[in-house]
């Protein structure tokens, strides 16, 4: 399958007043043609940043390309102008953003805003962008297209705001759709219909997907490709069923395992992860998860890991991987 | 919509009729009550009085004939002067504070905004800092003071620019910059924080994400939602540049109806306060109506609010 | 790449992994918002000018050797010179001691009517926001009213009612005639927060929160409200002092010899015409400075209490 993206050795940082901020520190992961890739983690893992920066949209003092390449399609995204990234936002590269009520402008019709991008990339004349408008609403399900596209963002549903969302992202027929956090701030039912209508959309559309989220259930749901990430680097990677089936890294197992169950016994308490994420102002040398690790071991703290294959697609950093671990692992079972 | 606008027109109406009814009290409630003396005024003026406000009937009566007065567009005679009425001073002052004030308010209008938004734009830069330093002269120095100081400096200095007067555009030239600067520093200090605040909204990211140009996002999304909160202060802000307009006109001595009614207040003559002030508000509460309109027709969130419900 | 040995990889201990924690120190609200306030070298300046011009007020009367009052005939229109620091009106006046009167008028104006505004705001808010829906409609729809009646205005039509021609109005009045419209603001404000603090309290009600969080949640909710009211009350102050020296600037002010800045301001106007500049510039100077503080000092506070601009 040929590659539409290819992120290699990626680093952003940002500058603040304290110091520098390291988000993003050197990771690589590859986007297939009509395969979605889902990027999980914590708040502040560095998921958002990485988002955000395939489409150059992070504020550029305080952030920086630290290192690294962002090859779409063969051309470095890191290097692009903003002028050539205009060509390449809404167009080539879509955004669907993770709140609803504030992502859409409260003073322009939804129509307009649908298609805005549009019109400035094929030049459309009114007309055909309005038809296009109604299209589009169609598209995404939102009942009453011909009365809705001329009403405002505050006459609409958190689900309906977001099927916009979805239609403005896919108007140009973007080859690929970043979705972060798309349901996160959704009900339950309607997080599954607005899966099913990206799922839906991305058959006919043959489009790539990145799906960044913290929830588990919905990567499971759609994702071909799991990264995971930890405090700005990537700690496993796999395909969906290897991640799912044999998660190797330590973190991963505790993710999987705080995802609430209906079958939980009783007396089972809700597993969760103790400790919060590192500072990133100061990065530890070693391995980013030492300090909330079960199986942490001496080398952990000064040494990062390097990647060890346990498929031809799925490796994790763990020191764990290491020969010389399978004493410890003996002792403490890896569940 | 019509809901809206009824609404504001109802409140109008009351705002105009309390400002009339205060000012009919308060100078009922003078003490000495000046409309009762004769001896203060010559014998055919109080006559005139007697006969239109009918001096010797109770006061709630009183009101009632001045209310009638009004509504039937007779804002009464002059204490002092003999040969003209309020309404003829109105008629004469109104065209010149009308002109002089809504050159500042264009004036403010123009280069509030832009200069908030610029502020905003290249926040902590130069142009931020040179914008604010001018918005915080704006807003502390009175607009009495930038009136003498610049008739003090500029014009006694450049020969194009009188030092008073009224007649040409070169006289409104510096009575307009003075009264208009408070309103403009206003203007700038809250559109650039309302800009700021629009700036980090989730919208601004979306429309960046569509790849739209720089220009486009600015202008039609940042500056589009910013404005509001300007519009929403609009009121007020005519409403101080009306009482703003009295102080420049007697410095610049422009024979605007500011200057009418300063010089009531210094003359006591009672019944120009009240024509010019019941006028005054007039002219403001139909300012305040129109703000109101704008308001609405700019934030869509207004319009439907009522409607839907 | 180092050597990997053996004894490396066994179990970290608990110290070692805790080590790891930086803890950042908890931070208390006020103090950090006096050091925010301090790094905005703009608001130090005007607190410093406020204080300074407080200063003066107080002692510079005082000082000068002269009263507010003692006219010298033969000093008329003096400049300023090493007798008189600011020279002398077309009374004799001396208009150091004169400037700095007046300032102490200007401030004591300016803080009676904040408080004023405060204490009426705070009342009628608060009543406002604790009552039935319909009661509370009712008093925001006559503040309403009650505002759009331009201040100023309102202010200079008492000072005219309440005073007689060349006996200027009395200090009573003029603080009436400028708190009657002004305390509005402040209601609204209270209000809103008074309304927040009512939608906590249902919240609080369910059962899995103990009193314990009412009393955390209120040690929350009076610094959020203190703050937005502290800085309405700094902002209030100079937009009272405006209003005095417009009034004073009108002929409105106090009962001459006493006189604010504003009356100052306008004695001097004639003077400027022939040339005595000094006799305008110092009243004039002073009340821009003192506005001029107060305003940054507002505006630094406000930006020092948004939790959203921490550094």
Redesign the interface.
């Known amino acids: 399958m040929e590659n539409i993206l290819e992120v290699k050795n990626l680093q952003v940082s940002f500058k603040t007043f304290f110091g520098e901020v390291e988000a993003v520190r050197n990771i690589s992961f590859t986007v297939g043609k009509k395969e979605t890739v889902a990027i999980v983690g914590e708040s502040g893992c560095g998921k958002s940043v990485t988002a955000s920066s395939i489409m150059q949209l992070l504020p550029m003092p305080p952030a920086f390309y630290k290192g690294g390449q962002i090859l779409f399609k063969g051309e470095d995204i890191v290097k692009k102008t903003e002028k050539e990234m205009q060509q390449i936002r809404g167009s080539k590269i879509s955004m669907v953003f993770q709140d609803p009520m504030t992502s859409l402008n409260p003073t322009m019709k939804i129509g307009k805003q649908i298609v805005e991008g549009l019109i400035k990339h094929q030049k459309l004349s009114k007309k055909e962008a309005h038809k296009k408008a109604i299209e589009m609403l169609k598209l995404v399900a939102v009942p009453q297209p011909e009365k809705r596209v001329n009403q405002y963002p505050h006459e609409f549903s958190g689900g309906m705001r977001q099927r916009v969302m979805i239609a403005l992202a896919m108007v140009a027929n973007p080859e690929l759709l970043i979705a972060d956090e798309p349901t996160t701030a959704l009900d339950v039912t309607v997080q599954a219909q607005i899966l099913d209508l990206m799922k839906d959309l991305q058959d006919k559309l043959n489009m790539s997907i990145i799906l960044i989220t913290h929830d588990l259930g919905v990567v499971a749901d759609m994702s071909d490709k799991v990264i995971v990430m930890y405090a700005g680097q990537i700690v496993e990677q796999g395909n969906v069923n290897d991640i799912f089936k044999n998660p190797m890294h330590p973190y991963t197992i505790k993710l999987l395992a705080s995802v609430p169950r209906l079958n939980m016994k009783r007396d089972e308490s809700l597993h969760y992860i103790e400790g919060t994420p590192p500072d990133l102002y100061i990065p530890p040398k070693g391995c980013a998860f030492f300090d909330r690790c079960d199986h942490a071991m001496k080398v952990c703290k000064d040494y990062m890991p390097d990647p060890e294959y346990h498929t031809q697609e799925h490796y994790s950093r763990c020191w764990l991987n290491h020969p010389l671990a399978k004493d410890v692992r003996r002792e403490g079972s890896v569940e | 919509m019509k809901k809206y606008l009824l609404k504001r027109f109802v409140?109008s109406i009351?705002?105009l009729w309390?400002?009339v009814t205060?000012?009919f009290f308060?100078?009922h409630?003078?003490?000495g009550n000046p409309f009762a003396k004769e001896g203060k005024m010559p014998p055919v003026v109080y006559e005139n009085l007697q006969k239109k406000y009918g001096l010797d009937k109770p006061l709630y009566q009183q009101y009632l004939i001045y209310l009638g007065n009004l509504v039937r567009g007779d804002f009464g005679d002059s204490m002092k002067s003999r040969v003209e009425t309020v309404n003829d001073m109105i008629e004469r002052g109104f065209p010149v504070s009308a002109r002089l004030g809504a050159q500042a308010l264009v004036f403010a209008l123009i280069f509030g905004p832009a200069l908030g938004a610029m502020a905003a734009l290249y926040q902590n830069k130069i142009p931020d800092y040179i914008s604010m330093i001018v918005a915080?002269?704006g807003?502390?120095?009175?607009s009495?003071?930038m009136g003498?100081?610049l008739?003090?400096f500029v014009a006694k200095n450049v020969s194009f620019l009188p030092i008073g007067g009224w007649g040409e555009f070169k006289h409104t030239i510096l009575p307009s910059f003075a009264l208009g600067l408070m309103p403009l520093a206003t203007m700038a200090r809250l559109m650039r924080s309302s800009m700021l605040e629009v700036l980090n909204?989730?919208?601004i990211?979306?429309?960046?994400?569509?790849?739209?140009?720089?220009l486009?996002v600015i202008m039609?999304?940042a500056v589009?939602?910013a404005i509001?909160p300007v519009v929403s202060v609009l009121?007020i802000t005519i409403?101080?540049l009306?009482?703003g307009s009295?102080?420049i006109e007697?410095?610049f001595g422009i024979p605007g109806l500011g200057m009418f009614f300063?010089k009531s207040?210094?003359n006591?003559d009672y019944t120009l306060?009240m024509g010019t002030?019941v006028f005054?508000?007039l002219i403001?509460?139909l300012m305040?109506l129109l703000v109101d309109i704008t308001y609405m027709l700019?934030?869509?969130?207004i319009r439907?609010t009522e409607e839907?419900h | 790449m180092t050597e990997l040995t053996r004894e490396m990889f066994e179990r970290a201990s608990e110290e070692q992994r805790n080590a790891e924690k930086i803890r950042r120190p908890s931070i208390k609200y006020w103090p950090d918002v006096w050091r925010r306030l301090k790094q905005n070298k703009l608001a130090m300046v005007g607190l410093t000018l406020i204080i300074l011009i407080t200063i003066m007020a107080i002692i510079g009367p005082m000082i000068s050797g002269y009263t507010y009052y003692e006219q010298d005939y033969s000093n008329i229109n003096v400049k300023p010179n090493s007798e008189f620091w600011f020279g002398t009106d077309e009374l004799g006046r001396d208009l150091f001691t004169r400037t700095w009167y007046g300032a102490r008028y200007s401030l004591l104006i300016g803080i009676l009517a904040a408080a004023i505004d405060f204490t009426i705001g705070i009342l009628y808010g608060g009543i406002a926001g604790v009552s039935s829906r319909r009661v509370d409609s009712i008093m925001m729809r006559i503040a309403e009213v009650i505002y759009s009646i331009p201040y100023l205005l309102v202010v200079i039509l008492m000072s005219v009612v309440f005073s007689s021609q060349g006996s200027g109005t009395s200090l009573f009045v003029i603080i009436l005639a400028m708190t009657i419209t002004d305390w509005v603001p402040m209601a609204i404000l209270v209000r809103g927060q008074v309304l927040q603090l009512k939608e906590a309290e249902y919240s609080l009600a369910s059962e899995s929160l103990g009193a314990d969080q009412g009393w955390i949640l209120r040690k929350h909710i009076i610094p959020n409200t203190l703050g937005p009211i502290l800085v309405n009350v700094t902002l209030t102050i100079p937009r009272a002092i405006f209003a005095e020296a417009t009034l004073g600037f009108l002929g409105l002010g106090l009962q001459a010899p006493k006189s604010s800045l504003g009356t100052l301001a306008n004695d001097g106007l004639a003077g400027m015409a022939v040339g005595l500049t000094y006799q305008i510039i110092f009243p004039a100077l002073l009340i821009s400075l003192i506005m001029f503080s107060f305003n940054v000092l507002g505006d630094g506070l406000r930006d020092a209490l948004d939790p959203r601009l921490r550094k």
Not at chain 2, 139 to 142: D, G, H, L, R, T
Not at chain 2, 205 to 214: H, I, M, Q
Not at chain 2, 298 to 301: A, E, N, S, Y
């Open positions: 409140m009351i705002t309390a400002i205060i000012t308060l100078m409630a003078i003490p915080i002269i807003i502390s120095v009175p009495f003071v003498t100081f008739i003090q909204q989730d919208y990211k979306t429309a960046k994400s569509k790849g739209l140009t720089k486009a039609k999304h589009r939602n509001l009121g409403s101080n009306l009482v009295f102080v007697k410095i300063v207040i210094g006591r306060i002030t005054y508000a403001l509460v305040l700019v934030d869509p969130r439907l839907g």
